[in-house]
C-alpha cells in the first residue's frame, strides 16, 4: 500500500549521505544549472531539487513540495511523477520535503498554481528517471537501449523478456551520468497509466485513524504554551497593564508585552507584517495561558479608532458615484454608447468582509536555541517564513529550520507573516520550544479579511435585446494597501492590481466596454480569501449578466451563449487566455446535465453562472427553494469543470464540492461586520459557517481535456454566490444584490 510519511532536514540529509547506495534524481528548473548525477556515498549522486530516491529494496519515495492544506498535492505530485515513471504505485512512498531552499524551489502554495507548476517539472523528472534506468538495464545486459522499456516498476528487455526492478538497478544507475532533462521523451496522455485515473488520497489514512501531525499537534520536549492578548480596535496599541494576577495563577511562567512588528526588508522588497502585538501568557499547557490572559488588568489606546460598517458603505457609495482613480480597460466607447441604448440596465452588488475561518486556528512553535531556530508551522509558505524568522532574529538562512505541517485548512490566511513573527517573538524570550496559539476569537477578530465590496454595474441593449456596452465601476478596500509602501501605493494601477481579477477579462462580447477601480480606506486587515477578487467580481459579473438577459426577454442560458463567441481567445498579460470554446462547453455541460429548462415547484427556481479563472473553467447550476419566512435552501448545485487535465478526478472532484460548500456559507450567513474599529463576530455562533445539514446534493461532470492542467479549489468560489441568488430570482422575482442573505427581503415574494 502507499504510504506518506514527513521527513526533516536532519532525516533527509542523512539519508542522502548515507554509505548504502540510493538513487536521487534531481533537476534545475529552467534557468538555473543541472545538478550532476553520483551514488550516495561511495559513488555519486544528484543533489539539488531531489524528488526521487529509489533504494535497492524496490522502495521509491517521491518528496512532494507542496505544503498540504487539505488540498491533496502529496497525491497529485506523486501521481504525475511515478507516471512518468513507470512506478507501481503501491509501491510508493510519500515525504514532504524538507525546507532546504538549495535543493527544493517551490516551497510554497498559492494561487492555486501547484498542479500547474509540477506538472511539467515533475513529469520531467520521472521521465528523466525512467530513461536513466532504462540505460542500466540496457548496460547490465549487454543490450540496445532501444530494446527496452519501462513498466510498472521494472525495466524488460522486449526481446528475451528478461526483466530487472528498480532496486535492482539502483546501483548502475548511481554511475551513470543522468539523463537529459530537457530530452527525455514525455509520455502522450494515450499513454498514462496512473494520471486521469481516481486515486484516494494518501493522507488521508493518517488523518482519519488521528496519526497525522498538524501544527497545533506539535510536542517537544520541556515546551511551553502561550497565547497573546490583542487590542481589539485595530491600529491601537498597549497603554498599560498589570501582570500580577496572571503571574499569581498555577502553571503560569511568564508575562511580558510582545511589541508590534511593521516593516521587514525581505531581499529588495520591503513588506508590513502587520504584527500588532500585545501581551504574552506563557504557561505550562493553553489552559493556564488563558486563564493568565483573562486574569490580566489591561488599558488599551484605541487609537481613536471608530471606523464602523455603516462609514465604510458611506464612503463605497460616495466612490461609486465619484470619478474613478483607475481605468484598468476602456474599449470602444462604452459611456456613449450607453447613453444612446434603447435599454439601459443598471444594478449595484455589495459584498461584505469575509473571514478566513479556518478550522485549525493560527499557531506556530518555536525553538530558539544558541546555535540556531526551529519551527514547526501549518503554513503555506514555508521558505519564505525562513527567511523572516532569520531576518527577524538577526542570523543566516541556514540556521533556521522550519517544519512544514499538515495545515487544518488555509483559504489564504496561512499566506501571512504574522503568527509566525509572533511566535519567534514570545521564543525568544523562554530559550525553550514555545507554541503559541490564537483561540477562534483571536483568529476571528484578528483575521487578514477579504476586502469589502461594491459593485456599479451598466449595461445597454439595443432593439433586439443585443448587448451593447457594459460598464463596471469597482470599489473596494484594497489589499495592497495593506502591505506596501507609501511610495508603491502613489501608483493608482498598484493599488488596483489585485481588485479587478474575474472582472477585467470577460467572456461576453461587445465592443464598448469599460472597467474602473476607485479604493476605500479602512483600518481592518485585508488579504487574499479563497480566490481573491474573484470572488467579489464574479458575484457581481454573473448575476449582472443575468439581469441583463431577463432585461432583454431572453432565458439566461441562451443569452449567455449568444454573447460567447465560438472561437476566441481573450488574453491579459502572460496568463493563458480564455477560451470561449471551453468556456461555452462548461456551459453546455452544466446545463444538459441539471436539466435547464425542465419546470420546478413553485417556491423553487434554477440559477446558473460559469466563470473563468486560475486558468480553468466551472460553471454550476444552482436548484433552491424559498420559504415563507424567507428562508433559502439551496438543495443541489450541478457543476462543470474544465481544468485541464484532471491529474486526479477523485482530487477535482474533492475540491469542486470542497469550494462550493466553503462559499455557500458567505452567501447564507458568514458577514464580518465592524463597529469602533473592531470586528464584531467571535465565534462559529455569529460568523456562521455552512453546517452539515445545510449543504447541499452536489453532482461534478469533468469536461474531458488533453490541455495543461489549470488550478482547482479556487476556481470552485467564484460562480457559486451568483448561480444561488440566480436560482433565487427564479423562485421569487427578487433580486439578490447584497450578501449575504438578508431573508426579510424575500419574505414578501
Not at 486574569?295 to 460598517?309: I, Q, Y
Request: contains cysteine; proline residues 7%; charged residues 25%.
Amino acid at each position: 500500500m502507499i504510504t506518506e510519511t514527513i521527513v526533516n532536514r536532519r532525516e533527509f540529509l542523512k539519508a542522502t549521505t548515507s554509505s548504502s547506495a540510493t538513487y536521487i534524481l534531481g533537476f534545475r528548473l529552467p534557468g538555473r544549472a543541472r545538478a550532476e548525477s553520483r551514488a550516495a556515498g561511495e559513488a555519486a549522486i544528484f543533489k539539488p531539487n531531489a524528488w526521487l530516491r529509489i533504494t535497492p529494496d524496490d522502495r521509491i519515495t517521491i518528496l512532494v513540495e507542496n505544503p498540504e492544506m487539505g488540498q491533496g498535492p502529496r497525491t497529485m505530485e506523486a501521481m504525475i511523477l511515478a507516471d512518468e515513471l513507470e512506478a507501481d504505485w503501491p509501491a510508493i512512498r510519500v515525504e514532504q520535503a524538507p525546507v532546504i531552499p538549495e535543493v527544493y524551489h517551490h516551497l510554497s502554495t498559492g494561487g492555486s498554481g501547484g498542479t500547474e507548476w509540477a506538472w511539467e517539472n515533475l513529469r520531467q523528472a520521472g521521465a528523466q528517471a525512467r530513461e536513466t534506468l532504462i540505460s542500466a538495464a540496457a548496460e547490465r545486459w549487454g543490450v540496445a537501449k532501444a530494446d527496452c522499456r519501462a513498466s510498472n516498476g521494472a525495466v524488460i528487455h522486449e526481446p528475451t523478456k528478461r526483466r530487472f526492478t528498480y532496486g535492482a538497478l539502483v546501483e548502475t544507475a548511481c554511475r551513470l551520468e543522468a539523463a537529459k532533462a530537457d530530452a527525455v521523451p514525455l509520455k502522450a496522455p494515450s499513454e498514462f497509466r496512473i494520471i486521469g485515473k481516481p486515486r484516494a488520497r494518501v493522507d488521508v489514512p493518517a488523518k482519519t485513524d488521528g496519526s497525522a501531525k498538524f501544527g497545533i499537534d506539535v510536542r517537544a520536549p520541556n515546551m511551553l504554551f502561550a497565547v497573546l492578548a490583542r487590542c481589539p480596535q485595530f491600529g491601537g496599541k498597549l497603554a498599560s497593564f498589570d501582570a500580577s494576577p496572571a503571574k499569581a495563577l498555577l502553571g503560569v511562567r511568564a508575562v511580558f508585552e510582545v511589541p508590534p512588528i511593521r516593516w521587514l526588508q525581505m531581499g529588495k522588497f520591503g513588506r508590513d507584517i502587520n504584527s500588532a502585538g500585545g501581551i504574552a501568557v506563557v504557561a505550562d499547557s493553553t489552559w493556564a495561558a488563558l486563564k493568565g490572559r483573562e486574569a490580566l488588568k489591561v488599558t488599551w489606546d484605541n487609537g481613536g479608532g471608530d471606523e464602523t460598517t455603516e462609514s465604510l458603505r458611506k464612503q463605497l457609495l460616495e466612490q461609486a458615484a465619484a470619478p474613478p482613480s483607475y481605468v484598468a480597460v476602456n474599449q470602444g466607447s462604452a459611456l456613449e454608447a450607453l447613453a444612446g441604448s434603447a435599454k439601459k440596465v443598471e444594478a449595484t452588488y455589495e459584498l461584505p468582509f469575509e473571514a478566513h475561518a479556518t478550522m485549525e486556528p493560527m499557531n506556530t512553535t518555536v525553538h530558539v536555541r544558541d546555535d540556531g531556530i526551529e519551527v514547526w508551522s501549518p503554513t503555506q509558505i514555508g521558505e519564505i517564513h525562513r527567511q523572516e524568522i532569520a531576518q527577524l532574529a538577526g542570523i543566516p538562512p541556514e540556521k533556521v529550520l522550519v517544519h512544514m505541517m499538515f495545515c487544518g485548512g488555509s483559504f489564504g490566511r496561512r499566506y501571512q507573516w504574522d503568527y509566525v513573527a509572533q511566535a519567534w517573538q514570545v521564543a525568544k524570550e523562554m530559550k525553550q520550544p514555545v507554541q503559541l496559539l490564537w483561540t477562534r476569537e483571536d483568529d476571528m477578530q484578528h483575521d487578514f479579511y477579504r476586502p469589502y465590496s461594491y459593485h456599479r454595474m451598466s449595461g445597454g441593449l439595443d432593439e433586439r435585446g443585443a448587448l451593447t456596452a457594459w460598464s463596471h465601476r469597482i470599489v473596494s478596500t484594497p489589499i495592497r494597501a495593506v502591505f506596501d509602501s507609501a511610495e508603491e501605493l502613489k501608483d493608482p494601477k498598484h493599488v488596483a492590481s489585485q481588485e479587478l481579477s474575474g472582472a477585467k477579462v470577460i467572456p461576453y462580447f461587445t465592443a464598448n466596454f469599460r472597467l474602473d477601480y476607485a479604493p476605500v480606506d479602512s483600518v481592518v486587515p485585508r488579504a487574499w480569501w479563497r480566490s481573491v477578487a474573484a470572488s467579489f467580481n464574479g458575484f457581481a459579473v454573473e448575476c449582472f449578466v443575468d439581469e441583463l438577459a431577463h432585461a432583454a426577454g431572453r432565458d439566461p442560458y441562451e443569452f449567455r451563449l449568444s454573447l460567447v463567441p465560438e472561437t476566441r481567445m481573450i488574453a491579459e498579460g502572460d496568463d493563458p487566455p480564455l477560451d470561449t470554446s471551453r468556456f461555452r462547453a462548461a456551459l453546455k455541460l452544466a446545463a444538459e446535465k441539471s436539466g435547464w429548462g425542465k419546470p420546478l415547484p413553485a417556491g423553487e427556481g434554477r440559477g446558473l453562472a460559469c466563470f473563468y479563472s486560475f486558468h480553468s473553467y466551472i460553471a454550476y447550476v444552482a436548484e433552491v427553494s424559498v420559504k415563507e419566512n424567507g428562508t433559502v435552501r439551496v438543495n443541489r448545485i450541478v457543476s462543470a469543470v474544465d481544468c485541464g487535465t484532471a491529474v486526479n478526478p477523485d482530487g477535482v472532484r474533492a475540491m469542486t464540492e470542497g469550494a462550493i460548500n466553503y462559499a455557500l456559507g458567505p452567501v447564507l450567513s458568514g458577514e464580518i461586520t465592524v463597529k469602533d474599529g473592531a470586528v464584531e463576530q467571535s465565534n462559529f455562533h455569529d460568523y456562521q459557517v455552512l453546517r452539515i445539514d445545510q449543504a447541499p446534493d452536489v453532482e461534478v461532470y469533468i469536461v474531458p481535456s488533453n490541455e495543461k492542467p489549470g488550478g482547482m479549489g479556487e476556481p470552485g468560489v467564484p460562480p457559486l454566490a451568483p448561480a444561488v441568488a440566480n436560482a433565487v430570482f427564479a423562485a421569487t422575482g427578487v433580486r439578490l444584490r447584497r450578501l449575504p442573505i438578508d431573508p426579510s427581503s424575500l419574505r414578501k415574494a
